[in-house]
C-alpha cells in the first residue's frame, strides 16, 4: 500500500476510534457532571460563545424602549415578580441566595455590586436582560419564563434589573429587603 493509501486508512480509522473512546470516556471515565466537580477546560467559554450570539441577533426583534414605563409603579411591580420567581435564586440586597452556591453554573446575584461598579445586570441592556427572562439559558437552571409571567411581569422586572444600582422607591424596597 502506498503512503496515500497509508494515510486514508489511517484517516478512516481515526475517525472511527475517536467516537469509540469518546463512548467509553462519557461511560466509563468521570466526566464533570455534578454540580461540584470542575468544568470541562473552556466549557464557560463554548457555552457563551452561542448564547451572545443568540441575544444579539434576536435583539432586534425586542423593542428598544421597553413597552412598559420606568416608574415607581413599574419597579414596585418588578420587585414583587423578583421576590416571588426570582429571589430564590439570585438572591435579595439583604440576602444573597444559599440555593445559589450550589449550582453550577453558579445563579449571579443580581443585588450583588460589581468591581465595575454596576449591580448585577444593571450594566446589560434591559432588552438582553428581558430575553433572557422570557427565553430563559440552557444548561444554566435559569428557567423560561415566556409561559409563566406576561411580557409586562418580564419587562417590570427586567426594568427594576436596570436600576439596580440605583436608588428604588420604598414600595418595591420592601419587596427586595422583606
Same mark, same amino acid.
Given at each position: 500500500?502506498?503512503?496515500?493509501? $497509508? ?13 469509540? $473512546? ?28 452561542? &448564547? ?17 414605563? &420606568? ?14 420567581? #426570582?429571589?430564590? #435564586? ?24 460589581? !468591581? ?15 430575553? !433572557?427572562? !422570557? ?30 444600582? !440605583? ?12
Amino acid at each position: 500500500m502506498n503512503r496515500a493509501g $497509508v494515510a486514508i486508512v489511517s484517516f478512516i480509522v481515526g475517525l472511527l476510534i475517536l467516537p469509540i $473512546v469518546a463512548y467509553f470516556y462519557l461511560a466509563y471515565g468521570k466526566p464533570p457532571v455534578a454540580t461540584a466537580d470542575s468544568p470541562f477546560p473552556l466549557e464557560a467559554r463554548i457555552v457563551s460563545i452561542p &448564547l451572545d450570539a443568540r441575544i444579539h441577533r434576536d435583539l432586534r426583534d425586542i423593542p428598544s424602549t421597553p413597552p412598559v414605563p &420606568l416608574n415607581d409603579a413599574t419597579l414596585t411591580a418588578g420587585a414583587e415578580v423578583y421576590q416571588t420567581e #426570582c429571589a430564590f #435564586c439570585h438572591g435579595t440586597a439583604a440576602m444573597p441566595s444559599a440555593t445559589a452556591a450550589t449550582m453550577f453554573p453558579r445563579a449571579p446575584q443580581l443585588w450583588a455590586k460589581h !468591581k465595575n461598579g454596576a449591580v448585577g445586570v444593571s450594566d446589560d441592556p434591559v432588552g438582553e436582560t428581558f430575553w !433572557k427572562v !422570557k427565553n430563559g439559558i440552557r444548561l444554566s437552571g435559569m428557567p423560561a419564563y415566556g409561559t409563566i409571567l406576561s411580557d409586562a411581569d418580564m419587562w417590570q422586572v427586567s426594568l427594576l434589573l436596570s436600576v439596580a444600582d !440605583k436608588p428604588l422607591p420604598a414600595s418595591a424596597t420592601k419587596f427586595i429587603n422583606p
